[in-house]
């Protein structure tokens, strides 16, 4: 069976549970605003990362009904299942579900640099058979190959505590700080890759007012939202994996696989 996409208004996701995760967003969502309304751009990145994660099994995208897409309208396959917001968190498969969702995620942002934006707990579904469905991809986002792989060196200079690679990579992200010391730019990166208890307000506002950030690309904004989401899906599921976890395995395929245009200390 087959159903019309339902989006009566214009949704960004649910406010933040604290100012970490979105005080740097607004300029660069609104740019995807008009984005989220052409219906004929959203059918083809949702067939485009449909193809991109075909290799995980516990993932599901809905098939779009390609004679029924128009801009102003977007037929896609129903998907029964239940809303991860309605999920039980004490289910015992919680942090495996979790694992799943945020390994597609890091393939998304890392190998194939096309990612859907919004992995809020409404925009995914839990299928009776424990596969997780991704939905509503009007907010999706490509990666530059320069920022891609620049951002894979920055996870692994802050994974590996490698201060040089940590510098290579905020300066060729374009990011700028009051203070450029790489241990002053660690500790603003732990607020998008520790756990979410490092990542709270009073530490975010902490950590800005140490050391405010005075210029962050707009490539990187969504990146900070969707790993700011994702944690709070783990939270969520009972899982203790951090952005830290989930990303670091494809920053290091990311880099093993992009040798021409990888920074220069890795290449």
């Not at 995760?21 to 751009?41: A, K, T, Y």
């Not at 962050?216 to 994996?241: E, F, K, M, N, Q």
């Not at 989930?246 to 093993?256: D, I, T, V």
């Amino acid at each position: 069976p087959y159903l019309p996409h339902d989006r009566p208004e214009v949704e960004l996701g649910p406010p933040p549970r604290d100012d970490s995760e979105d005080h740097l967003n607004v300029p660069e969502v609104g740019r995807q605003v008009p984005l989220e309304l052409d219906f004929v751009r959203e059918a083809e990145m949702t067939r485009r990362v449909a193809a991109n994660l075909a290799s995980h099994p516990g993932i599901v995208l809905p098939t779009v009904v390609d004679e029924m897409v128009t801009r102003r309208v977007l037929v896609l396959e129903y998907l029964d299942g239940e809303r991860l917001l309605a999920v039980d968190r004490s289910r015992s498969d919680g942090p495996a579900l979790a694992n799943t969702i945020t390994e597609a995620y890091g393939h998304q942002i890392l190998v194939d640099g096309l990612f859907q934006a919004d992995p809020h707990p409404g925009n995914v579904l839990v299928l009776a058979d424990g596969r997780a469905a991704l939905l509503d991809f009007g907010l999706t986002k490509e990666l530059p190959e320069a920022a891609r792989l620049g951002f894979a060196a920055l996870v692994l200079g802050v994974a590996n505590r490698d201060m040089a690679l940590v510098e290579e990579g905020w300066r060729g992200l374009g990011l700028k700080s009051q203070d450029e010391r790489p241990e002053a730019m660690v500790e603003l990166l732990q607020l998008i890759f520790g756990p979410r208890e490092v990542a709270g307000a009073s530490a975010t506002r902490a950590a800005l007012n140490r050391n405010p950030i005075e210029a962050i690309p707009s490539d990187l904004v969504l990146l900070g939202r969707v790993i700011g989401l994702l944690r709070g899906v783990c939270a969520s599921l009972g899982s203790p994996l951090t952005p830290m976890a989930m990303l670091q395995p494809f920053a290091e395929r990311a880099l093993a696989n992009g040798t021409a245009t990888k920074p220069a200390r890795l290449a």
